[in-house]
C-alpha cells in the first residue's frame, strides 16, 4: 500500500514541477506581442488630442515617443497625447522578456480643421 502511496506522491510532483515548468517557459514559447489599434497609420485628425490605444504581452519596458509607460493587468495600454498641427509620428517601442525590440510607428497628420 505504501509503495502505491509513494507513486502517487511522485506523480504530484511531477506533475506540479512540469507545470511550473510550462508556467515559466510561456514567455519563450508564445513571445511577446506588440501592437497598435489606434491610431490609424496615415490619419488625418482634427484636433492634436490624440489617444494611443494598443495591447502589449510578456514585455519588460514600454515606451511612447521615449516616455515609459505602462499596461494594465490584461496587457492592454491606453495613453493621450498633444501633437502640434502638421506630420507627426508616433513611435512605440517594448522590450521583450528575452531582450527582443518590439516597434510600431504610426504617421498622423493633424489638420485643426
Known amino acids: 500500500m505504501s509503495s502505491f502511496l509513494g507513486r502517487i506522491l511522485y506523480a504530484i510532483l511531477g506533475l ?3 507545470g511550473y515548468l510550462a508556467f515559466q ?11 497598435l489599434a489606434e491610431p490609424q497609420d ?9 489617444t ?11 515606451d511612447l515617443n521615449g ?7 490584461d496587457g492592454k495600454f491606453e495613453e493621450e497625447l498633444i501633437l502640434p498641427y502638421g ?7 517594448a522590450e521583450g522578456r528575452f531582450g527582443r525590440k518590439f516597434n510600431e510607428q504610426r504617421m498622423v497628420y493633424i489638420t485643426g480643421l
Open 16 to 18: 506540479a514541477f512540469v
Open 25 to 35: 517557459l510561456e514567455g519563450l514559447v508564445f513571445g511577446s506581442v506588440l501592437t
Open 52 to 62: 494611443v490605444k494598443g495591447e502589449a504581452r510578456g514585455v519588460n519596458t514600454l
Open 42 to 50: 496615415g490619419a488625418h485628425l482634427r484636433s492634436g488630442h490624440v
Open 87 to 93: 506630420f507627426n509620428i508616433i513611435q512605440v517601442t
Open 67 to 73: 516616455r515609459k509607460i505602462f499596461t494594465s493587468e
